[in-house]
């Protein structure tokens, strides 16, 4: 769920791409972003079994530099940057004092002194402005360089043979949650291998004005790979079936890391306070009142957003709701309905047997570990 | 192009009457706009259909979309088919991919629906 926009929505920078592609066009946090090219579960399989090209233009780039630049994210976020080396990302959240998540995040160290912040779209602003607040008073400045850098993603098990011969890079050694800065197609490119479809690939940071030569570029070397365009719709298919948290769904300001099954994340051990440290700390003290789960419907119908959540009776408690839907699908690869959820935590254990109310009618699903997909070694 | 020997409503549902009876789908072109369709909810036999009233719904990867009754009628039967390939509604919304068949309540309702040219007309525009 992405904020109410009155303004005009920005267009990709690779919007005429797009559209000479035959996409299905939609407003998407702001900004006109392809939902689809030729069919949602078509970029999905191909995506798993070849490769899949993504304009992520829409998210957002913030560059934080200076001698205090780690120090300052440090009091920021979740994580502990400074403890990154050069050339390393993290995942990280920024928290709010209440501890509840005002994004999600990954964070590069592209030099001693110099982060990049890559935000959802659709917090973008908040992000940058609540970064700039925390910053007050720390040595370094914040570039806001979203409208400036072009993103696109290519992920899938073909990902490296297409991209390898359009770079002098040594991309096979750049390692999971790694970046490095190289020439790709003639341009100078940050290429990170991190992705959010739970294949191995790549994202490309470049210039905003050349970001549709990369594009195109790309889009020609992959074709004979079996890559296909892919767009919002497949994407979202292919993290939920990886068990990725989508801001907006799984993730909002009320839920705090702990509910979201991302306690991991979240460096209490790190050294200094940080915004939302106190109430994380109590989170861990007290527990949590509702926890992530993983869902596969264990009847016919498929789980949606927003839909109920059921428990059968149990010593505690008579049957009924114990928690709503966060994001559901029927899944390409498993063939069967699958959903994230909140629930109570005494309902988390694999194997539960829980309902979702769809339409007013109880289907049985079965709380299942995540991910629901994981890649062949 | 839509076939000329069915009847539509304004929400992409078609009709082809056999004798006292009806069969119901949905057009190409509500199956393209969908994408793919994924899950097919449709009544049961004997169930009785009023017409322009929800009778099922049809899901695609991202959303869901009621299926509205264009006559009204007992549910004689179902296109059990779709169950195990929800896909034939794309591949062949007019043929295979049929939803119900339902005995008519009143042979004039059909007369009200639009013909092939006034369903054209609206699709055209949007």
């Known amino acids: 769920m992405t904020e109410a926009t009155t303004t005009t929505p920005l267009p990709s920078p690779l919007l005429d791409r797009h559209e000479r592609l035959g ?3 939609v407003e998407f946090a702001g900004w006109l972003m392809p939902i689809q090219y030729a069919g949602i579960l078509e970029e999905h399989r191909a995506v798993r079994s070849a490769a899949g090209l993504f304009d992520l233009s829409h998210m957002g780039e913030l560059v934080v530099e200076g001698p205090d630049a780690g120090a300052a994210l440090a009091a920021a976020l979740v994580t502990d940057p400074p403890a990154l080396a050069v050339g390393r990302a993290q995942y990280s959240m920024i928290c709010a004092d209440d501890g509840g998540i ?49 993103l696109v993603a290519i992920q899938g098990p073909r990902s490296i043979d297409i991209l ?43 210039d905003v004005d050349r970001v549709g030569e990369l594009w195109d570029t790309l889009l020609e070397a992959g074709r004979p790979h079996g890559q296909v365009p892919v767009g919002l719709g497949a994407r979202d298919t292919l993290r939920l079936e990886a068990g990725m948290p989508l801001y907006g769904n799984e993730l909002d300001a009320s839920t705090n890391p702990f509910e979201a099954g991302l306690g991991r994340v ?32 264990r009847d016919r119908g498929i789980a949606r957003h927003g839909y109920p959540v059921l428990a059968p009776a149990s010593a505690d408690a008579p049957a009924g709701p ?18 994230m959820a909140y629930a109570r935590p005494v309902d988390a254990g694999p194997g539960t047997m829980l309902a979702v109310e769809i339409r007013g009618v109880p ?7 995540l991910p629901f997909y994981k890649r062949p070694a | 192009m839509v076939p000329d020997d069915l009847r539509f409503t304004k929400e992409h549902e078609w009709v082809r009457v056999e004798g006292d009876e009806a069969i119901v789908g949905i057009t190409q072109y509500a199956a393209d706009q969908l994408g793919d369709i994924v899950f097919v909810e449709l009544p049961a036999v004997g169930k009785v259909l ?17 299926l509205f009754a264009p006559v009204a009628g007992e549910v004689v039967g179902v296109n059990d088919a ?12 007019f043929g295979d991919g049929w939803m119900v068949r339902v005995r008519l309540a009143d042979a004039a309702q059909v007369e009200g629906l639009l013909d092939a040219a006034g369903y054209e007309r609206i699709v055209a525009e949007g």
Not at chain 1, 324 to 331: E, R
Not at chain 1, 363 to 369: G, I, L, S, Y
Not at chain 2, 57 to 66: L, P, Q
Request: charged content about 25%; proline content about 4%; hydrophobic content about 45%.
């Open chain 2, 50 to 66: 009023e017409q322009y009233a929800t009778f099922g719904v049809v899901e695609s990867v991202k959303a869901v979309s009621d």
């Open chain 1, 363 to 369: 289907v049985a699903a079965e709380v299942v570990p």
């Open chain 1, 23 to 25: 996409a299905k066009i």
């Open chain 1, 266 to 297: 979240v460096k209490l051990s790190k050294p200094g306070d940080f915004v939302g440290r106190a109430a994380l700390e109590r989170v861990v003290r007290d527990g949590v009142g509702r926890q992530l789960i993983g869902l596969e419907m």
């Open chain 1, 102 to 150: 005002m994004d999600d995040l990954i964070v590069y160290r592209l030099a001693e002194d110099r982060f990049m912040v890559v935000a959802n779209a659709s917090n973008a602003r908040v992000v940058s402005d609540a970064l700039a607040e925390r910053m007050e008073g720390f040595q370094a400045v914040l570039d806001d360089r979203s409208l400036a850098t072009g």
């Open chain 2, 82 to 93: 779709l169950a195990d390939k929800p896909e034939l509604v794309n591949g062949e919304p």
């Open chain 1, 164 to 206: 390898g011969p359009l770079t002098s890079l040594d991309i096979g050694a750049i390692r999971y949650y790694g970046i490095a800065e190289g020439v790709v197609a003639g341009m100078p490119v940050q290429v990170a291998r991190t992705g959010y479809t739970g294949e191995d690939g790549f994202e490309l940071f470049a």
């Open chain 1, 322 to 339: 114990v928690g709503s839907v966060t994001s559901g699908t029927m899944s390409p690869t498993l063939g069967t309905a699958i959903a």
